[in-house]
């Protein structure tokens, strides 16, 4: 299917790695102009080359999203880069781990800072340009645990149930400016950590060597899945893109939900 994203340009953060870099992959593979973003000098340059050998369109980006001032400078980069961003995905989050005796209230601000504040300072700054070309799409990564959270990790859940609040107003807030507001939840997805995590699990429960298996069976044991199976970052990648698309632009204000019908509501 064409996306008709030809052309535009997608600042993604947190690109460098995991879900961000396939989404970073999927949108420069629909001819999207992306800035691939990492804290560090050097952590968004692979991904980037990777990209460019491959014959398409990437720029990598450094900057630290937990300041003002390095949300400045990300906005410069990317407009020195291709003059400004059509399309933000505000990817980057963190789920450390804590509990309600444990984590006091530098980690529950720790968390809303990461979590909430570097897609706000992000979305602030680039949402000019989007206004003033009268068209644009931003997505927020979040989790199914923002509508079902755990007991456990609640600064966690806490923070992204603000980014899911936060994902309705803009949307209001940006009506009728050909601007698109969504938020994309994941229950567990397969990455690297997640699957050799299940992996070492199986092994002592004696599930076998099939992932397919062991994700049924891991499940189970961790969370629901009507379909019996956990997404990996691939699926993830390829929703946030049609959502991004000039394809989905009716769909605004909306909560996607990628986890098999973990959080099987009516809403």
């Known amino acids: 299917m064409d996306l008709k994203l030809n052309s535009k340009t997608a600042f993604i953060s947190g690109s460098y790695r995991g879900t961000g870099r396939a989404i970073a992959q999927t949108l420069a593979r629909e001819g999207v102009q992306v800035l691939i973003h990492g804290f560090e000098t050097g952590q968004a340059e692979p991904v980037t080359q990777e990209l460019c050998d491959a014959g398409m369109s ?16 990300l906005l410069a980069q990317a407009t020195a880069a291709y ?30 800072e990461k979590n909430v504040l570097s897609a706000v300072r992000l979305s602030q700054r680039m949402l000019p340009y989007m206004k003033e070309k009268g068209w ?17 990790m609640p600064h966690y859940y806490a923070a992204k149930g603000a980014l899911a609040t936060l994902n ?9 400016t ?26 002592k429960k004696g ?7 062991i994700a049924r069976k891991g499940m189970e044991k ?5 379909t019996g199976g956990m ?21 605004t204000a909306t909560n996607m939900r990628i986890d098999g019908g973990a959080t099987a509501l009516v809403s």
Do not use: C
Request: glycine share 10%.
């Open 178 to 203: 050909g601007i698109t507001v969504n938020l994309v939840s994941p229950g567990l997805i397969r990455t690297a950590e997640v699957e050799a995590s299940f992996r070492a699990l199986a092994e």
């Open 168 to 176: 309705v107003s803009l949307a209001k807030e940006l009506a009728n």
């Open 58 to 73: 990437a720029t990598a980006v450094t900057g630290d999203l937990m300041s003002d001032e390095g949300a400045d400078d």
């Open 207 to 213: 599930w076998g060597d099939d992932w397919s298996e």
């Open 136 to 152: 644009g799409r931003i997505i927020h990564l979040g989790t199914i645990g923002s509508t079902q959270p755990a007991a456990r």
């Open 83 to 112: 003059g400004g961003v059509d399309i933000l995905i505000n990817n980057y989050g963190t789920a450390e781990a804590g509990s309600w005796k444990k984590s006091g209230a530098s980690d529950w601000i720790a968390a809303y």
């Open 231 to 251: 997404p990996d970052p691939q699926e993830i990648a390829d929703a946030v893109a049609f959502l991004a698309s000039p394809l989905a632009a009716n769909i």
């Open 222 to 226: 961790f969370g629901s899945s009507l």
